[in-house]
């Protein structure tokens, strides 16, 4: 298989919630990531183009929860195939150095 991204992802096994730190509101979950980007199962659609700061939990090498927050920008939107759910993808457009190596660090062996 071909892969066309830039980046290659990791799926999320576990769910880790997204939360808009504007809102303070659980937006969705994260579907898969990938340095520079993700994938977000949401609840209700996003609007075309808009920018987030968005928060979410990773678990760091130790085995210890990581706060990582990033500023995102919305590339699309379509239903997914559960009726009242959506898939967004997301491009990191601002990350913390430290959380960008949390990133990488959970990312790991991309074959997990």
Same mark, same amino acid.
């Given at each position: 298989?071909?892969?066309?991204?830039?980046?290659?992802?990791?799926?999320?096994?576990?769910?880790?919630?997204?939360?808009?730190?504007?809102?303070?509101?659980?937006? @969705? !979950?994260?579907?898969?990531?990938?340095?520079?980007?993700?994938? +977000?199962?949401?609840?209700?659609?996003? %609007?075309? $183009?808009?920018?987030?700061?968005?928060?979410?939990?990773?678990?760091?090498?130790? @085995? !210890?929860?990581?706060?990582?927050?990033?500023?995102?920008?919305? +590339?699309?939107?379509?239903?997914?195939? %559960?009726? $009242?759910?959506?898939?967004?993808?997301?491009?990191?457009?601002?990350?913390?150095?430290?959380?960008?190596?949390?990133?990488?660090?959970?990312?790991?062996?991309?074959?997990?």
């Amino acid at each position: 298989m071909n892969e066309y991204r830039r980046s290659p992802r990791k799926a999320a096994f576990v769910t880790i919630p997204v939360t808009n730190k504007m809102t303070g509101e659980v937006m @969705g !979950r994260v579907g898969n990531l990938s340095a520079d980007g993700m994938l +977000m199962v949401c609840d209700n659609p996003v %609007v075309d $183009g808009a920018l987030f700061q968005l928060g979410f939990e990773l678990t760091n090498g130790q @085995g !210890r929860p990581q706060a990582i927050d990033v500023g995102a920008q919305e +590339m699309w939107v379509e239903a997914a195939n %559960v009726p $009242g759910q959506y898939w967004a993808g997301f491009h990191f457009i601002d990350i913390a150095e430290n959380d960008l190596e949390a990133i990488e660090s959970w990312l790991g062996n991309l074959g997990d």
